[in-house]
C-alpha cells in the first residue's frame, strides 16, 4: 500500500509538472508542493515552473562553499552599518523554514544596512533559520568543506530603488542577506531563546505568532569582519540578486535551544511526522565568482593596490 501511495504521488507530481512547464501557471501553486528532499527537492525546482528556472541553469547559485585559499583580501571593503536596532513582526513556521515576517511599525522605525560591499541602502524585511537533524549539520553554506549546527539569513532589499521586498527580489542589486553562522556550544544566547520559545507555539506549517521585539544588534555576532560574494536565493526561484555578507564569527546557541526548532514540522498537525530540519540546499559550484573579504590573512591573497612606481626613484651621481 505505501509502495501505491508513493507511485501514484509520483504520477500525480509529474503531471502537474507537465502541465504548468507549458502553462507558465507561476510560482503560487509550486509555494505549496516544493521541498528540500524526494521528487520536490532541490534537484526539481528548476523543472516546476518557468519563474524558478535559474534553479537548474544559474551559474551564480548559492550556498556555496568557501574555501579559504579563494579568499581575496580586499582593502576597500568598509564595515557594515545598521541604522536601528529593535524589530517586531511575526514568526512563521513556512513548512520549509521558520521564518519572522518583520513589521513596519511606528514604534519602531525600519532597520537598515549599509556600507560593507553594498552601495545603496538595505531595509531587512524577513529572517529565515536554517538547521539540520543533528549538531555538525544545518548550515547552507560551508567553510573549507565544514559546515555548522545552522544558519540565520537576515534578508534586506534594496530600499534606494524599490518600494518593498517582492520588486526587489528579481533584481540586480535587489537584496542584500547577511548570514551568521549558529554554532553549538554551553552558552545560551538570550535573543534566541526569544525565538526558540515563540517556535514552540508554531510547531506546524501555517502557524503564526507575533514577534513584540527583537535586538537585531545584539542578535547578530560581531560584524566587523566578512566574506562577500554575488550569489542568489537559496529557495525558489533561485533569483541570482543577492549581494551575500557573511560574517566572521558564529551565533552561539545551546543544544536545547536548537532542539527546540528540531521539533518544528514541515506539515499540518495531521502529518505529524515530517519534521523541517534539513532544509538545506546542496553547495553549488563557484563558477570563477569572487569571494572577498576586509580579514587581512597577510598571506599573499590580496586585493592590495601595488606600487610600482616612486618619486625621484633615479640615483643622485655624485661628482
Same mark, same amino acid.
Given at each position: 500500500?505505501?509502495?501505491?501511495?508513493?507511485?501514484?504521488?509520483?504520477?500525480?507530481?509529474?503531471?502537474?509538472?507537465?502541465?504548468?512547464?507549458?502553462?507558465?501557471?507561476?510560482?503560487?501553486?509550486?509555494?505549496?508542493?516544493?521541498?528540500?528532499?524526494? +521528487?520536490? %527537492?532541490? &534537484?526539481?525546482? $528548476?523543472?516546476?515552473? =518557468?519563474?524558478?528556472?535559474?534553479? #537548474?541553469?544559474?551559474? !551564480?547559485?548559492?550556498?556555496?562553499?568557501?574555501?579559504?585559499?579563494?579568499?581575496?583580501?580586499?582593502?576597500?571593503?568598509?564595515?557594515?552599518? +545598521?541604522? %536601528?536596532? &529593535?524589530?517586531? $513582526?511575526?514568526?512563521? =513556521?513556512?513548512?520549509?523554514?521558520? #521564518?519572522?515576517?518583520? !513589521?513596519?511599525?511606528?514604534?519602531?522605525?525600519?532597520?537598515?544596512?549599509?556600507?560593507?560591499?553594498?552601495?545603496?541602502?538595505?531595509?531587512?524585511?524577513?529572517?529565515?533559520?536554517?538547521? $539540520?537533524?543533528?549538531?555538525?549539520?544545518?548550515?547552507?553554506? #560551508?567553510?573549507?568543506?565544514?559546515?555548522?549546527?545552522?544558519?540565520?539569513?537576515?534578508?534586506?532589499?534594496?530600499?534606494?530603488?524599490?518600494?518593498?521586498?517582492?520588486?526587489?527580489?528579481?533584481?540586480?542589486?535587489?537584496?542584500?542577506?547577511?548570514?551568521?553562522?549558529?554554532?553549538?556550544?554551553?552558552?545560551?544566547?538570550?535573543?534566541?531563546?526569544?525565538?526558540?520559545?515563540?517556535?514552540?507555539?508554531?510547531?506546524?506549517?501555517?502557524?503564526?505568532?507575533?514577534?513584540?521585539?527583537?535586538?537585531?544588534?545584539?542578535?547578530?555576532?560581531?560584524?566587523?569582519?566578512?566574506?562577500?560574494?554575488?550569489?542568489?536565493?537559496?529557495?525558489?526561484?533561485?533569483?541570482?540578486?543577492?549581494?551575500?555578507?557573511?560574517?566572521?564569527?558564529?551565533?552561539?546557541?545551546?543544544?536545547?535551544?536548537?532542539?527546540?526548532?528540531?521539533?518544528?514540522?514541515?506539515?499540518?498537525?495531521?502529518?505529524?511526522?515530517?519534521?523541517?530540519?534539513?532544509?538545506?540546499?546542496?553547495?553549488?559550484?563557484?563558477?570563477?565568482?569572487?569571494?572577498?573579504?576586509?580579514?587581512?590573512?597577510?598571506?599573499?591573497?590580496?586585493?592590495?593596490?601595488?606600487?610600482?612606481?616612486?618619486?625621484?626613484?633615479?640615483?643622485?651621481?655624485?661628482?
Amino acid at each position: 500500500m505505501d509502495c501505491n501511495i508513493k507511485y501514484n504521488s509520483y504520477i500525480t507530481l509529474t503531471l502537474l509538472l507537465l502541465i504548468h512547464s507549458h502553462t507558465g501557471d507561476g510560482s503560487s501553486l509550486w509555494s505549496v508542493w516544493w521541498n528540500y528532499d524526494g +521528487i520536490s %527537492g532541490p &534537484m526539481m525546482w $528548476g523543472s516546476m515552473t =518557468n519563474e524558478w528556472y535559474m534553479c #537548474s541553469k544559474g551559474k !551564480n547559485q548559492s550556498p556555496i562553499d568557501i574555501d579559504p585559499n579563494m579568499l581575496l583580501f580586499d582593502p576597500t571593503l568598509k564595515h557594515i552599518e +545598521i541604522q %536601528g536596532d &529593535m524589530i517586531t $513582526g511575526t514568526v512563521v =513556521n513556512n513548512g520549509v523554514d521558520l #521564518s519572522i515576517e518583520v !513589521n513596519d511599525t511606528e514604534d519602531f522605525l525600519p532597520v537598515n544596512i549599509t556600507l560593507g560591499p553594498l552601495s545603496y541602502k538595505y531595509t531587512v524585511a524577513r529572517i529565515k533559520f536554517h538547521f $539540520g537533524s543533528w549538531d555538525g549539520v544545518g548550515s547552507e553554506h #560551508s567553510v573549507n568543506g565544514e559546515f555548522f549546527d545552522g544558519e540565520v539569513h537576515i534578508e534586506a532589499f534594496n530600499s534606494d530603488v524599490f518600494a518593498n521586498f517582492s520588486h526587489a527580489q528579481k533584481a540586480p542589486r535587489g537584496v542584500a542577506i547577511i548570514a551568521a553562522f549558529l554554532q553549538v556550544g554551553k552558552r545560551s544566547d538570550e535573543n534566541f531563546e526569544i525565538l526558540a520559545n515563540l517556535s514552540k507555539l508554531v510547531p506546524y506549517k501555517g502557524q503564526r505568532v507575533r514577534l513584540k521585539e527583537l535586538s537585531l544588534v545584539s542578535f547578530l555576532p560581531n560584524k566587523d569582519n566578512y566574506i562577500t560574494y554575488e550569489g542568489s536565493f537559496t529557495q525558489p526561484g533561485c533569483y541570482e540578486t543577492v549581494t551575500w555578507i557573511i560574517l566572521n564569527r558564529p551565533i552561539a546557541v545551546s543544544h536545547s535551544q536548537l532542539e527546540t526548532l528540531r521539533n518544528l514540522r514541515q506539515r499540518d498537525v495531521n502529518h505529524p511526522q515530517s519534521f523541517m530540519a534539513d532544509n538545506i540546499r546542496p553547495i553549488m559550484p563557484l563558477n570563477r565568482r569572487t569571494l572577498r573579504t576586509n580579514i587581512n590573512f597577510k598571506r599573499g591573497c590580496t586585493m592590495q593596490e601595488e606600487r610600482y612606481y616612486q618619486l625621484n626613484t633615479r640615483k643622485r651621481v655624485e661628482k
